[in-house]
């Protein structure tokens, strides 16, 4: 069994990271079913948290990126109380 998980690693050349808030919740699961072996994915699920607290959660990981990664930041939702948001409602 150790092989073959050594097997799946190298077949994962793409390696997706989903960030999000708890809107994204099973996401990664859903994704996955419809990627082939070629992608890793994982996520990182911060409830209540801000759009800039998920950018920066993550921020020494993202200056090491290579051409094989992916990252998909979804925030926002819990960013709508504040000023700046309320301003611009119609």
């Known amino acids: 069994m150790f092989k073959k998980q ?3 690693r190298v ?3 793409v390696k997706v990271k989903i960030i999000g ?3 994204l919740k099973g996401l990664a ?3 996955n079913q419809y990627l082939n072996t070629k992608f ?3 996520s990182l699920i911060k409830p209540g948290a801000s759009a800039n607290n998920l ?3 993550q921020e020494k990981e993202h200056k ?3 051409k094989n990664y992916v990252i ?3 925030g926002g939702t819990n960013d709508t109380d504040k000023p700046s948001c309320k301003e611009n409602e119609f």
């Open 11 to 13: 077949l994962r050349t």
């Open 64 to 66: 090491c990126l290579g």
């Open 6 to 8: 050594m097997e799946m």
């Open 40 to 42: 890793g994915i994982c």
């Open 29 to 31: 699961t859903r994704i």
């Open 72 to 74: 998909v930041i979804n």
């Open 55 to 57: 950018v920066f959660s």
């Open 21 to 23: 808030d708890s809107h």
